[in-house]
Every structure is written in C-alpha cells, then in structure tokens.
C-alpha cells in the first residue's frame, strides 16, 4: 500500500516513464539491432546499466550479495536476461518493435501458469482458461497466414522466439520469489542485471557476433538507442517504477502491463512506419483482452508479484 501522499506532478512523471519510455524501449530496441549484433546489444545495455546501480549501492553502503545470492542471481539473470531479452533482442530484427511489445504482453499469461505449475498458489479456473485462449487466438491472428486480414503475418520463428522469452521471463520471475536474493531490490536488480551482461556477452561470444560486430560501422543513431535504453529504459524506468511501488497500489503500478503494448504500436507506427492493419488491431485486442482478464481476475497475487518479481526488467 502507499507508504505517503506524494506530489500529484510526481506521481505523473513516474506514470509517464513506466508507461511512454518503457513502451517506447521497444523501438529503440530495433533501431539498435540492426546495427549491433542482438546478444552483444543486449549484453552492453544490461552490462552498464547494471554496473552503474550496482556502484550507486555501494556508494550508499550497501551490502553486496553473498555467495549463495550470486548463485541465485546469476540463476536467475540465466532466464531473465538470457532467455527473455537475448530472445527479444533476436527477435526484433525480425519482427515489428510494437508487435514484439504485443507479444511480450502475454507475459501475465505465462506466469499465471508457472503460479499454478510451480507455486500451486493458482488453479486452473474457467475465466483463466478462457483467458488463456483468448491470448493464444491473439497470437495465432499475428502469425497466420491463412486470415485474409490484410498485412503481412510476423515472422513465425520471431514469434516463437518471443512465446519462449515470455516463458522464460515468467519462470525466472517465479523463482525470484522461491530463491535467496539480497533484501535491498535495488542490490538485487543491479546484480541481476550485471550478470546478465555477463552471461549475454558469453553468449554473444559463443554465437559468434564478435566476428560479425563492426564498431565503425555502426551509426550515432543506433549508439544513441543504446544509450536510450541504459539511461532511459533501464536506470529512469526502474527507478520510477520503484519509487511508484512504494506510493501507489500495485495494482494501479501495474497497468504498465497493458499500456506499454498500445504505446509501442502506436510509436512503431508513428515514427517507425510500422504496420497498423486490421490483424495488428485485432491481435493486439485479443491480447489485452487477455492481460486484463488474467491481472484483474486475480488483484492480490499480482500484487504480491509486482512487488517480489523482478519487476524493473520490462524496461
């Protein structure tokens, strides 16, 4: 619950961080990955980003994790930053920053099944299955080939790899709550983050993009997308997003969940040219049906995991 009554123009720009910048990452995520190679992007966001709060702690004394927190951390970060943003970042060069966004959105989907597989604190009632079903129609609206809907279908492995980020994010999200984390989530966030770079850039090296990465190649437009999503989506967004937990109810923090897909639709088609056809609008619906149905059906558990989870990595 709020903890204070803060300024109403605080509480609006800590709205329209988590909302318009996080929503907005999604581009800049593209714009960055045709340039750099996805893995290593994503391994230097998370290396620097992670590397700054982590400094910012110890600045203000905190202690670092111990040796069976690292474990968990680096467990953690495996599926979260590997598995959910090495997927993402691969995926956006293959498919349309907003639809990526719209597809990232399932995400209360999937952890609502890894509540019910692996806490057994969620049973598989008729409104989540419906609204499970609903999400997957939304996802088979975005990648059939067969609706006469107009507009190209997303690439099918893009989306594929987007449903297993998804999967990903939720189950390392689950075991966040399960394993021991330092106490202090900003500690616990910059650690998580760090390594992450740390496993992103072993994969970057394992996949070979440090053959394919050529520094002089790529642009200042790119390297500023970069810097974005450090600054911007990372540092600004997660500590908006803390400050917003600790005033308003979760709940209400949480709509992020389903604003950020629209704001990236919506900017992907404004300053990118992305598709705005009757199969986005339709997947995108079917989808946020789906989200809403999911989060509203269950108001103390999400709360419960927007504050436990790790919850700044939407950004």
Same mark, same amino acid.
């Given at each position: 619950?709020p /903890?204070?009554?803060?300024?109403? &123009? ?8 988590i909302?318009?910048?996080? =929503?907005?990452t ?8 045709? @340039? ?20 910012w ?10 040796p069976?927190? &690292? ?13 959910d ?7 956006? @060069? ?6 990526? %966004? ?20 969620q049973?598989l009632t ?5 609204a499970l079903?609903i999400?997957l129609a939304?996802?088979a ?9 107009g507009? %190209?279908p ?5 989306a ?9 994010w939720?189950? =390392?999200?689950?075991?966040?709550? !399960?394993?021991?984390?330092p106490?202090? !989530? ?5 650690? @998580? ?10 994969a ?9 990465? @050529? ?7 790119a &390297? ?10 990372s540092i600004?967004?997660? +500590?908006a ?10 709940? +209400?923090? =949480?709509?992020?969940a389903y604003?950020?897909?629209v ?9 990118a040219?992305?598709?705005?056809g %009757? ?6 619906l ?6 809403i149905?999911?989060t +509203? %059906?269950r108001t103390? !558990?999400?709360?419960v995991?927007?504050? /436990? ?7």
């Amino acid at each position: 619950m709020p /903890t204070s009554t803060p300024s109403r &123009w605080k509480t609006l720009l800590a709205f329209a961080i988590i909302y318009f910048v996080w =929503g907005s990452t999604f581009l800049a995520i593209r714009i960055a990955v045709h @340039q750099i190679p996805p893995l290593l992007c994503a391994a230097l966001r998370f290396s620097l980003a992670g590397l700054i709060l982590l400094c910012w702690m110890l600045i203000r004394r905190e202690a670092l994790p111990t040796p069976r927190q &690292w474990l968990s951390v680096f467990v953690c970060a495996l599926l979260i930053f590997v598995g959910d943003y090495g997927l993402l970042f691969w995926a956006e @060069q293959r498919v349309p920053s907003g639809i990526a %966004a719209v597809m990232m959105a399932t995400i209360p989907a999937f952890m609502a099944l890894s509540e019910i597989i692996f806490l057994r604190t969620q049973r598989l009632t008729l409104r989540l299955t419906l609204a499970l079903l609903i999400g997957l129609a939304g996802v088979a609206v975005l990648v059939s080939r067969s609706l006469n809907l107009g507009g %190209a279908p997303i690439s099918r492995i893009g989306a594929v790899a987007l449903i297993f980020a998804s999967i990903s994010w939720s189950v =390392g999200s689950i075991l966040t709550r !399960k394993f021991p984390l330092p106490s202090s !989530k900003v500690m616990s966030s910059g650690a @998580q983050m760090l390594a992450g770079g740390i496993l992103l850039t072993l994969a970057a090296a394992i996949f070979g993009e440090f053959h394919r990465f @050529q520094l002089l190649a790529v642009s200042t437009t790119a &390297w500023l997308a970069l810097a974005y999503l450090i600054v911007a989506g990372s540092i600004m967004g997660f +500590t908006a997003y803390l400050w917003l937990i600790h005033h308003q109810s979760p709940t +209400t923090v =949480g709509t992020y969940a389903y604003v950020n897909p629209v704001v990236a639709v919506l900017i992907g088609y404004f300053f990118a040219g992305e598709p705005l056809g %009757a199969r986005t609008i339709l997947g995108t619906l079917f989808i946020l049906i789906s989200v809403i149905t999911i989060t +509203t %059906a269950r108001t103390k !558990k999400i709360a419960v995991v927007l504050t /436990t989870a790790s919850t700044e990595h939407r950004g």
